[in-house]
């Protein structure tokens, strides 16, 4: 029977030495904070504040329609400028879009000739410049084509869809993309660190130390697993306090402590793959290589990226092998929809299960790979 005094003495032995790793101590900083802040907020699908500046030379009905059209959170107000305004403010990054309507544009407009509106774009701000130029012209194409038609188009369907978002009203990428994240980091640290840890004490020759002592290859294995995991679960139980819910103000509906339950069982699963990956490679580049092999995979095909409805059937059953399928499963039912143990049951099985599996065969790695 494993020692708890070995196994807890081993695994503060685990804390210290990772404390006196400055690489992977910034890893696990910039990993779950400026990390998740980028990854929710970086390249968003619509524009976002966006600044315009426009040039009304016609001053009628319709160019301030059009200027009323642009609104938030989309678009800032937009502010009316002069010619001479249009450029400077483009050039100091001021405005990321401006608008000159001509003169006569609503009567050009009404007596069936061509108009034209000049839209200037800062391509600088790539955040915004595409999506937002295409945001802007379908405005404008609604707005010229309902005043034109002298009444805003509204068809009368015999069935009509009311749809009601529920946890994400305005669709705002960075509520999806932050909890996704923190996923992502809980998958991504557990594995590197115990899988380092492993490498770390066959490089610095301490793993023949271990072996002289009265230990055992599965106390080894539990004082590695408990203690990163331990480390991974109060950095991501910070993030989503500080950084998803402090920083970036994304509401959190569930609880959090069932969350942390499921992402103990998850970090049981991932601990023991980054044990197997540390008896496999020989070297830190080795393990690198292999958790790129086998994270990306993982990210892709379980369901955090795109749903897994519109994969293969093959795939989907495979990938019910692997915890994070279940995890994300799990995260987001609590995180967005407020589920309780009722709902999640399934899936904490399931990572029970796997976590077991990939435990009893990183256990028997790690005893051959020490004989």
Same mark, same amino acid.
Request: aromatic share 6%; net charge negative.
């Given at each position: ?12 032995? /685990? @804390? ?28 968003? /699908? ?6 315009? $500046? ?12 059009? *200027?009323?059209?642009?609104? *938030?959170?989309? #678009? ?13 403010? =483009? ?7 401006? &608008?000159?309507?001509?003169?006569? #544009? ?21 955040? !915004?410049?595409?999506? $937002? ?23 009368? =369907? ?17 509520? #999806? ?25 066959? /490089? ?8 002289? *002592? %009265? ?12 203690? =990163?995991?331990?480390?991974? +679960?109060?950095?991501?139980? @910070? ?5 998803? !819910?402090?920083?970036? /103000? ?7 402590? @069932?969350? &942390? ?18 008896? +496999?490679?020989?070297? *830190? ?12 995979? @993982? !990210? ?6 795109? %749903? ?64």
């Amino acid at each position: 029977m494993p020692s708890l005094g070995n196994i807890l003495q081993l695994g503060i032995k /685990e @804390l210290r030495s990772l404390a006196r790793d400055p690489a992977m101590v910034l890893l696990i900083l910039y990993a779950f904070s400026l990390s998740i802040h980028t990854s929710a907020t970086a390249v968003p /699908e619509s524009p976002h504040r966006a600044t315009v $500046g426009v040039v009304n030379e016609d001053a009628s009905t319709l160019s301030w329609r059009l *200027m009323d059209a642009l609104q *938030m959170p989309y #678009f800032l107000p937009p502010e009316s400028i002069t010619r001479e305004q249009m450029d400077t403010g =483009m050039d100091s990054g001021r405005f990321t879009f401006t &608008l000159d309507i001509p003169p006569d #544009f609503q009567r050009d407009l009404l007596g069936g000739r061509g108009a034209e509106i000049q839209l200037n774009v800062d391509a600088t701000q790539v955040s !915004q410049a595409f999506t $937002g130029a295409g945001h802007i012209q379908q405005i404008m194409n609604a707005e010229v084509a309902e005043f034109l038609a002298r009444h805003r188009a509204e068809p009368v =369907m015999p069935v009509e869809a009311v749809i009601r978002t529920a946890y994400n009203p305005n669709l705002d990428r960075a509520w #999806f993309g932050a909890i996704n994240s923190v996923i992502d980091q809980i998958t991504m640290l557990s594995i590197i660190l115990t899988g380092a840890a492993l490498i770390r004490e066959r /490089e610095h020759g301490t793993i023949e130390h271990l072996l002289v *002592m %009265p230990i055992t290859p599965l106390e080894i294995m539990l004082a590695k697993v408990w203690s =990163m995991a331990a480390v991974v +679960l109060v950095a991501s139980a @910070l993030a989503l306090r500080l950084v998803v !819910q402090g920083w970036l /103000e994304v509401p959190v509906r569930g609880s959090l402590e @069932l969350f &942390l339950l499921g992402a103990a069982l998850h970090l049981f699963a991932t601990t023991s793959m980054g044990i197997l990956f540390g008896t +496999l490679a020989r070297s *830190m580049p080795q393990l690198g290589l292999l958790i790129i092999l086998v994270l990306i995979p @993982l !990210q892709i095909l379980s369901g955090g990226m795109t %749903p897994r409805e519109s994969m293969p059937e093959l795939v989907q059953q495979i990938m019910l092998a692997a915890p994070t399928t279940h995890f994300i499963q799990l995260a987001q039912a609590v995180l967005f929809r407020g589920a309780g143990v009722a709902v999640i049951w399934p899936q904490l099985l399931a990572l029970a299960a796997i976590g077991a599996g990939f435990f009893v065969i990183a256990l028997s790695r790690l005893r051959r790979s020490l004989q």
